[in-house]
């Protein structure tokens, strides 16, 4: 079966506490791994197709790397390069330890590996020798060697720092809370936005198809409760929302056969744009994290002919 080689570039300081998720597409199975000191990592025996990778370090909010990747079917592993920038470590200086030498663990290997090949194709009733016998017992003995040596490289031996500890705690708790104090921000107004690009779209539309005032009241009203409760939870402003929206797509299709012509308001470009972003709306129905809540908007941005916030 494939397999998987990554080699993390740049910042070496950062590769001792570096973690790598694979997630397979297709069956969501989740695999975490460390790399090397010197930024490598095997990962064998995977099934071909896409994954998700992403390489997180502690000292950081956000991942350092995220990207869709393809294992092919190949003989050779898929060498997957991850650049690691010096600059984002800027604000959380890590201590440049010296790399540890894998060098001799790394021959050590290959030669117990080596050893194993002259007796490797063994056929059923054929007798094992003695000498093949203390062939593998050499050859088991070896690789526990090298990973004794790899624990004794790589795993750090020391004492507790509670008072470095403590700090780093409370630098961490600092950047969460402004994390999350921002990210409350930045969605509260992109609701503002989408409320009010909403309301001047749907006004736009009404005026097309000369829609009565009374007619008017109850779909604006949503959306003016929307504007007015940027607060509510992720969850609960997202199904208003695409309530909303369903009721404006049956108001369209209602106006328009009210019309003389309706193909001509239904092709009109901004009952097309209203149909767009409706739909996006409807069909995305209640999201459960701020995360997609905000994918929601990034789509209708993509359907947007003009800027949400001036408008044409």
């Known amino acids: 079966m494939p397999d998987f080689r990554f080699q993390l570039n740049g910042y070496k300081a950062a590769n001792r506490d570096a973690e790598i998720t694979l997630v397979e597409e297709i069956s969501g199975t989740q695999i975490k791994r460390k790399p090397f000191l010197d930024g490598s990592l095997n990962i064998k025996n995977l099934k071909a197709g896409f994954y998700q990778i992403k390489v997180k370090h502690p000292n950081l909010i956000h991942p350092i790397f995220t990207n869709r990747v393809r294992l092919f079917p190949q003989k050779n592993p898929t060498v997957i390069t991850v650049p690691v920038p010096e600059d984002i470590f800027s604000d959380t200086p890590i201590r440049d330890i010296p790399d540890a030498d894998l060098g001799p663990v790394q021959q050590s290997v290959n030669a117990a590996m080596d050893s194993l090949s002259p007796i490797g194709d ?9 000498s093949d016998w203390n062939i593998l017992v050499g050859a088991v003995r070896d690789f526990g060697s090298a990973l004794q040596e790899i624990t004794n490289l790589v795993a750090v031996r020391g004492h507790d720092h509670p008072e470095i500890a403590e700090k780093i705690d409370q630098v961490q708790g600092n ?54 409760n940027l607060e509510l939870s992720t969850p609960v402003w997202t199904k208003k929302l695409a309530n909303a929206a ?40 209640s999201q459960s994290s701020p995360e997609s809540e905000l994918n929601i908007y990034r789509k209708t941005n993509s359907l947007a002919k003009s800027s949400k916030f001036f408008g044409k």
């Open 122 to 130: 063994k056929v059923a009733g054929e007798v094992v020798r003695s």
């Open 175 to 228: 950047f969460i809370n402004f994390s999350e104090a921002y990210g409350k921000s930045l969605l509260q107004i992109q609701r503002e936005i989408e409320a009010l690009n909403m309301r001047r779209s749907i006004e736009g539309m009404y005026d097309r198809g000369q829609v009565p005032e009374p007619e008017r009241k109850d779909l604006l009203d949503r959306i003016d409760e929307l504007a007015n």
């Open 246 to 285: 369903g009721l404006l797509l049956s108001q369209v299709n209602t106006i328009a056969s009210n019309q003389d012509d309706p193909d001509i308001f239904i092709n009109d470009e901004q009952v097309q744009q209203v149909l767009a972003f409706a739909t996006q709306y409807h069909n995305s129905g």
